[in-house]
């Protein structure tokens, strides 16, 4: 009787700590199932998701400690004074046919590519 | 003013335009020299005779401010309308690019003169809101290319960020 008994009981705790296990094991994939969505809205959207996006140099430079690399003045003016030239050429080119195309056409100033 | 025949001139005999352009003195720039700065009094009107005057803008670039080239003025082209629109003051700088010469009408003796002479200040008038219109026009247009490129830019980033 005494072995029936330890033996009723063993099967119990066994059943108890089996059924404590798969509780835990179900409660962490449900949390798994329910995060991906909050993951897929946090991270930044990419037009090419494949492609790792370079980080902006700057940044890069911020996170090494080091000063991000400096286009020379000059080098700048010479830059923005071309791109006014280039804008004054397609200004006076939309003036003479204007169109909507024309208004908008892309520029190849550096400036802003 | 011999051989250079005057924007501003445009549409006058050329007795006429003798006797505007004798209401001028002539000055003489050297390379880099300022003809004025932006937010001068504008008294005078200015016609380039020889070498070419640079008109600029002050931007701020880093620590400072530098000048930045927003066209060039040649022989027989004027400069300095701001003399005859009120309130009268330079919105640019002029600086000769490189030795010349330029020819200064005071806006009195021209006023004077358009008062005396009507048809002569309506043609001047005229060749003058010519220039000023195309300028307005060219500006904004490149004006609104610039509110597209930044209305483009906000929107690429309010994607991102979405």
Known sequence: MEMFLMAAVMSLLAVAVCAVLFAAATRDERGEASRPVVRAAREPQHFFASTPAAPPRAETAAKEGTEPE???????????EQHI???????ESFLHHPTGESLHSRTTSRLVN | MTNVHADLLGGLADEEAERVLALGSRIALSAGQVLFNLGDAADSLFIVESGRV????????????QDVLIEERSPGQALGWSALVPPHR???KAAAAIDSEVLALPRAALFEHFAAHPEVGYAVTRNVSAVV?????VLQTMWLREMQRVVEIRGVRARSIS
């Open chain 1, 70 to 80: 400096l286009v020379p003045v000059e080098a700048l003016l010479l830059r923005i």
């Open chain 2, 54 to 65: 640079a008109l600029t803008l002050p931007l701020k670039l880093r620590d400072g401010h």
């Open chain 1, 85 to 91: 030239r280039l804008e004054q050429a397609a200004a």
């Open chain 2, 90 to 92: 330079f919105t640019l």
């Open chain 2, 133 to 137: 219109g195309q300028r307005l026009q």
